[in-house]
């Protein structure tokens, strides 16, 4: 059998390392060829794994007590804090001689991406960028890049994020040409800044890139492309913006449900929830680098972490059969 | 009685003159001090205005039948179009002795926009906008500057938009000093593009503005802010993604409604739609010329017609006396 090993950093979740080490534990259970390295407190790590009845053999721990908090500068505190459990974490995934498919981190979001480019960097790429997978109308989902890890690119810095982006489609989903469209607002060749018009040709003119051409904002998440390329600033409003809408949306439906004394109504609420959940689905992929590196949200529970393995599992292996994406 | 006299191009409109007629016809019964001109197929409106009872004394008309579509190139169109009704009405609303509040057409938007440089620039202001009043999570409304006039801006662009955006609020919502952000990817002072982080020292010190600081993409229609400052590029992401977002939304509704025929559900779309169906909230504002001029959607109804005549007597009145916003 195949073994799958990755390593996941137990601190830095708004939920404290329980949540985190309970998903490692569940994701061993559910995956019998994943090994897990889990980063973080030894004592406390032991304890859980050993109430969930895991064979320890499947485990390894590099303990670390340290972490990069969400308000401190993220290249400081990777420089200043080389015991820091991300840090730890990001070595360790990079080791050659223990072959990992990837890394899980709930942490200080600009750590992890500074921190892969530090340590996993991949000289064949010209710069890593960071993708989300975007619930789509068509049942589907969308890779969004990059959604903030490079905020004024150039043309061939998106041109990079579009191959990024296919590659993983490809392998997580078995997509054998994944649609590549452009964000821009309006869909007409002419349309976009300045930025846009010079991306769309060399995207165009790319063989291995199937482009779509420019979609439009209210298109983002139709399912009318697999993967949609744009600069970090915009990928960021997308991302956020959706998250907005749809969680002001949310919370209208309960205000409604309680001013009519509607219970049936939050039916409707638990419905959204399951599909604008984004921490049930993961967070940020750090691509472009040696190693699949997950942001996973900092309000991940432990289904963000099993979901996150059988991505990076899905992602390893060419035949995709862990196909469901939510736990 | 004070008068207040506008502009209505009755072409353009996806639902046909008879729409906007209609809307223009149930402005003049909401209020009475309004006087209106139309420009389009005289006979109809001639017919239609007398099917309505209007005094006829307070509508002018201005025979016009070709327009510029939707598919057409805007400038090409305002060049070789001079009878085209966007064109007559834009030349009428600029008339100084005519002394109009403003005018309002459903027509094409770069056309809409290209015709307002054309025959009402305003010397004084660096460049025109397009404005979009959103509803926010806190029952009130965002300005949100640009939409997507200007999609390459300069910082002191950016510094026009949020002074125009300030004034329009000020003016319409009868605000004193309304609250300006800066859309950017991070709500520290330190996030953003070169732009947003060139424009952000400009607004601070500019003591007409009362500026709150950068805004995120989640928190854009939060209501942390009454006016939201962008480029076009992203300005149009906010817009259309919103737009998107909703609808897709909604349609996941009527379809959990269907398959668990639970009818219910659908008074919960009712709701929604009211509040997302922007057409009924007008359409686009071009800001930073001689009059405001205000772009309909495309599908506006009677409603859309009457709620942006109330926003230009609004705007033109100091004391801003009809304060609904949705008819």
């Known amino acids: 059998m195949t073994q799958y090993k990755i390593v996941i950093d137990t601190l830095g979740s708004d939920k404290g390392p329980e949540a985190i080490i309970l998903g ?75 072959n990992y498919i990837g890394m899980i981190s709930a942490g200080n979001s600009g750590a992890i991406i500074m921190g892969s480019f530090k340590y996993l960097s991949d000289e064949n790429k010209t710069r890593p960028c960071m993708a989300a997978i975007m619930p789509n109308d068509n049942h589907s989902f969308t890779c969004l890049v990059d959604t903030g890890a490079t905020i004024d690119c150039t043309p061939s810095q998106l041109h990079s994020f579009a191959r990024l982006g296919s590659d993983l489609m490809k392998k997580i989903y078995n997509l054998d040409s994944p649609r590549v469209g452009l964000l821009s607002n309006g869909a007409e060749p002419t349309k976009g800044n300045h930025l846009v018009k010079e991306t769309f040709p060399i995207l165009s003119s790319d063989p291995d890139i199937n482009f779509v051409g420019n979609i439009e904002g209210n298109r983002s998440l139709s399912g009318d492309c ?50 604008y959940d984004l921490s049930a689905l993961g967070g940020g992929l750090v691509l472009g680098v040696r190693k699949l590196v997950i942001k996973a949200r900092g309000n991940s529970d432990e289904r963000a972490i099993v979901n996150i393995a059988r991505m990076l599992i899905n992602h390893a292996n060419e035949e995709a059969f862990y196909t469901e994406q939510t736990f």
Chains 1, 2 share one sequence.
């Open 24 to 98: 490692a534990s569940l994701a061993l259970k559910n995956f019998p060829e994943l090994f897990v390295t889990l980063v973080g407190p030894k004592a406390l790590i032991k304890e859980k794994i050993r109430l969930f009845g895991i064979d320890t053999s499947r485990v390894k721990i590099i303990p670390a007590e340290e972490t990069i908090t969400n308000t401190e500068n993220p290249y400081t505190g990777i420089i200043k804090k080389p015991q820091a459990s991300v840090v730890k974490a990001l070595q360790e995934v990079g080791l050659e001689e223990e």
């Open 226 to 275: 697999d993967v949609l390329v744009c600069d970090g600033f915009a990928g960021n409003q997308v991302l956020k913006n959706t998250e907005g809408i749809a969680m002001s949306i949310i919370g209208d439906i309960v205000a409604l449900s309680r001013k009519k004394h509607e219970p049936k109504y939050m039916e409707v609420v638990e419905h959204l929830m399951k599909k």
